[in-house]
């Protein structure tokens, strides 16, 4: 789920036509975190009117596709370290734009100093303009510096969760931490440390008696160490000090905000899922417990565990806990979800799925394990869909490709293919293979051709049919017709009227021979088509 209203939309339809077809009902545990941390971030940036965006791209657009404003900026500055491009989409993957920028501040003002001295040739863009308008700012390096030290708190969130690992039991703890350390710069300290743990989604930010004044909100210690230094120069007044504080304290206060209102962790039962974080197991086994409890509730009313089995489960749990727990203790407690090295589904799978006494503990914890913590790897599925595409390509073709590239990606690359017998022998084969699947499909055509042909054969026999029956039944209708008439013009005595009759009747008679004619010509196209539907 990205989030939009559209999306949501079509997931509270699909789940009113699941609970009343199915029988059953969606797991909600809301949008992908990573989409909700983007977008958060870039209306807190929009909040802060530092305009950055602008400043970054047009960084960029300056000196893209230009080799002759490229080598002038090279002459003007003796460098040749230039922006990278700004993500519109992805806000928190410019954390390495901001630090280019940064990096190259004094640069673009030297270069912006050679244009308006005409040491290098003239530039007339919007993207100079906005540089030129943006440098003239003496905070601008004290905003980038806010913009970094906001962003690196978000970052290893997103570079942490873009993988296919299981990450649900750790998703609560970590948006937790987040929004704590977000929290911490602008809301007063002694309200967060009265507030339980969870809690700080229900803190109004954006309360003015929450706050911190302007003069207290943490903007990152650069960003405070540069700040100080310009102030100690008398380049920038206390005021605008307190202006451009009061700005970031907005940028912050909006991102704390969308956070609260949409990332997962609002959500109980991705808070209840931090039972199966494996330090927790350690250090907390009775709120692990409860917190079971809390899951197992969530999958009885989603029709996904059967309430009947609950104690069982419960028991199994409760066991789990108190037997291998002790036993492996130091693989519990040193477990780091942020290493690739063993994954958590692994270290329960080794300890439950071979043991008859954690059956359907096992399968508890494998229906949960499976649940998405966000969408990157999907969308980075439709990436490399998109560099496999070629034209031409059928479905079959583009299928195999699609499972070599996956089991490429989890055996670690090439290097690692283990090569065979089986192997040698289906690539000597595939030659032969080829020509087979060829000849199959020719035979296979070959037989559409023909039951198309038959079918086309039977409808058309069909309406002959029909067409003989209409015919054969209008001429009998119009031979009464011409009887009744003609037995009509007997009876009268005025001979205007007889020979009005008689006119008709022998019309009408007339009309009846040329039906039954048509229709013995409608009868051998018939035969015709019968005698080839039979050879056919």
Known sequence: MDGPNVNW????????????????????????????????FKDAVSASSWSLDNFFKSCYWLFNDTPARREDYTNATESTVFPLKFCKHRWLENLPVAERSLEILPNLRKFVGAVQKKEVGSVKTQSFETIQKMLKDPLLEV??????????VVTPFLTLYQTDHPMIPFLADDLHKILKSLMSRVVKNDIIKKTANYSLFKIEASDKDNQLAARMVDIGFAAEKKLKELMSAKKVSELQALDMRTQCKSAIVTLVGKMQAKCPAKYPLVRALKCLDPKEMVSHRDSCAANFDKVLKALVDAHKVEATDCDTIKHQFSNFLDEEIPENTNKFSSFDHTSDTFRLDQMFHLLM????????????????????????????GFSVMKEMYAENLQERSFTAQRIVADHLQSIGGSLNVVITKKMIMDVCAARQKYMCYLEEERVRKSKDQMSLKRKNLTDEIGELKVKKLRLVSE?????????????????????????????????????????????????????????LLKNS
């Open 475 to 531: 001429a009998n209708a119009l031979c009464k017709s011409a009887d009744k008439y003609s037995a009509k013009a007997e009876s009268v005595k005025s001979m205007s009227e007889i020979r009005h009759l008689v006119a008709k009747s022998n019309s009408h008679r007339k009309t009846s021979k040329d039906k039954l004619s048509e229709a013995e010509k409608v009868d051998k196209a018939l035969d015709e088509k019968l005698a």
């Open 143 to 152: 905003k980038i510096l806010a913009f970094i030290s906001i962003a690196k």
């Open 353 to 380: 799925s071979t043991k008859r006494n954690y059956e359907k503990l096992w399968s508890v914890v494998k229906n949960v394990l499976i649940l998405s913590h966000g969408q990157a790897s999907v969308e980075r």
């Open 9 to 40: 939309k079509f997931l509270d339809l699909f789940d009113k036509y699941v609970k009343k077809d199915c029988n059953g009902s969606f797991i909600n545990i809301g949008s992908c975190g990573l989409h909700i941390l983007h977008g958060a």
